[in-house]
């Protein structure tokens, strides 16, 4: 299996702050990744896909990049409503696997 | 746009199986791919496994021994077993979709609370 590794696994944030969280696969995963925002009580919801494409009706102050193995998701200027826990996924290869989330919290 | 909402018993006794329904509305459900995945306190979120239109499955070697999913495609309905239930298997269970073989997870049921307990 291979395993994604999410850092850090919480940070605190200031509204209009800018944001990264890394991911990191154990073998390259040739961009096969998706992150991931949820909310308390609700399923997660796709942000990203293919390592940098926004899904469609997600705002544009979210990013991706990477290669390889090595993965970002960016918030520029952080929103209320952006404070969540993140995830990201690989889905190079089944099984597909998560990583353990990143909690963003307002400080 | 697609929907998805998971049904089932919110309570399981150990040993006995779980048995998981998804139905679908809003897309056709036999041009994509269907995957189930748990969420634990302790664990995460878990992949169990996917299936297509024709009942193609592939599963999660930690869980294939236990686990049976299948697609009634007249009905829009996934369904889900998983036999030998411990407490280990309580978890949020949802049912999601995906629009090819290898895409990620672009629409999510609401999921459902499955506990295991005596």
């Known amino acids: 299996d291979i395993q994604m590794t999410q850092s850090p696994s919480s940070l605190s944030a200031s509204i209009g702050d800018r944001v990264t969280i890394t991911c990191r696969a154990s073998q390259g995963i040739s961009n096969s990744l998706a992150w991931y925002q949820q909310k308390p009580g609700k399923a997660p919801k796709l942000l990203l896909y293919?390592?940098?494409r926004l899904q469609s009706g997600v705002p544009s102050r979210f990013s991706g990049s990477g290669s390889g193995a090595d993965y970002t998701l960016t918030i520029s200027s952080l929103q209320p409503e952006d404070f969540a826990t993140y995830y990201c996924?690989?889905?190079?290869?089944?099984?597909?696997?998560f990583g353990q989330g990143a909690k963003l919290e307002i400080k | 746009q697609v929907q998805l909402q998971e049904s089932g018993p919110g309570l399981v006794k150990p040993s006995e199986t779980l048995s998981l329904t998804c139905s679908v509305s809003?897309?056709?459900?036999?041009?994509?791919?269907w995957s189930w995945i748990r969420q634990s306190a302790g664990k995460g979120l878990e992949w169990i496994g996917r299936?297509?239109?024709?009942?193609?499955?592939n599963y999660n070697p930690s869980l294939k021994s236990r686990v049976t999913m299948s697609i009634d495609t007249s009905k829009k309905q996934l369904s889900l077993d998983l036999n030998s239930m411990t407490a280990a298997d309580t978890a949020v269970y949802y049912c999601?979709?995906?629009?090819?073989?290898?895409?990620?997870?672009?629409?999510w049921g609401q999921g459902t609370l499955v506990t295991v307990s005596s």
């Open positions: 299936i297509d239109s024709s009942g193609t499955t």
């Open positions: 293919i390592a940098s």
């Open positions: 809003g897309g056709s459900i036999r041009s994509d791919y």
């Open positions: 996924q690989q889905y190079y290869s089944i099984p597909y696997t």
């Open positions: 999601a979709r995906m629009a090819s073989s290898s895409w990620p997870l672009d629409s």
